[in-house]
């Protein structure tokens, strides 16, 4: 689901520059995000603007999902958490994607 969000973001992207180059360069907004999750510790205890930059971030939600079946098991509500936040982000990068295609190549 990450990788159609990803995938869906670019080509977006990509048709509405009409390049691949701007489509190749768009996919690194993506990894700041990575560095705004806690990837490396945990959300609470992140301070200040990090702590609402994770908040907001939707990788966070992805992140906290996966550390939790690694370390504490199968936790539905936190699983339930990431997969509502990723399914989101990869339902509207997907409709996004088709709006910007059926508008780049409608016959006018």
Known sequence: MWGMAFAGYAVATGLLAGNAAAAQAATFVFFPLVFLAPTFMPRDQLQGWLQLAAMLNPTTYVLESMRGVLIGGWNPGQLASGFAVI??????????????????????
């Open 87 to 108: 399914g989101g982000l990869c339902v509207a990068a997907t409709l996004w994607a088709a709006r910007v295609a059926r508008r780049t190549t409608s016959r006018r």
